[in-house]
């Protein structure tokens, strides 16, 4: 029984972290295929990433959507101005513009 929660819980993961990979990808190629602004593919992947919170109700322990989160905050934070290293900041300069 707890097997199956388990199961069930880390598949939804699984399929979170898909839809997240898979919404980075598309975006990053949208302003190409369609020719619309980078802005423009941002706004599109910050939509996309907003319906996750729709799947929520689906896991049944807290820890789960925390889990799906929880390694785009260093990513986040690498990518950003903020970062102690600096190349590395650079070569995610992509994920950090505005």
């Given at each position: 029984?707890i097997?199956?929660?388990?199961?069930?819980?880390?598949?939804?993961?699984?399929?979170?972290?898909?839809?997240?990979?898979?919404?980075?990808?598309?975006?990053?190629?949208?302003?190409k295929?369609?020719?619309?602004?980078?802005?423009?593919?941002?706004?599109?992947?910050?939509?996309?990433?907003?319906?996750?919170?729709?799947?929520?109700?689906?896991?049944?322990?807290?820890?789960?959507?925390?889990?799906?989160?929880?390694?785009?905050?260093?990513?986040?934070?690498?990518?950003?101005?903020?970062?102690?290293?600096?190349?590395?900041?650079?070569?995610?300069?992509?994920?950090?513009?505005?």
């Amino acid at each position: 029984m707890i097997f199956d929660e388990v199961f069930m819980n880390v598949l939804l993961m699984l399929l979170c972290y898909f839809y997240i990979l898979l919404v980075i990808f598309v975006s990053g190629r949208i302003d190409k295929i369609l020719g619309i602004s980078r802005k423009t593919s941002r706004k599109f992947l910050h939509v996309m990433i907003g319906n996750l919170p729709f799947i929520i109700p689906f896991f049944t322990s807290n820890i789960y959507p925390f889990l799906v989160a929880a390694p785009f905050i260093p990513v986040t934070f690498f990518a950003s101005a903020y970062s102690p290293f600096k190349n590395l900041s650079r070569k995610m300069n992509g994920l950090a513009e505005t």
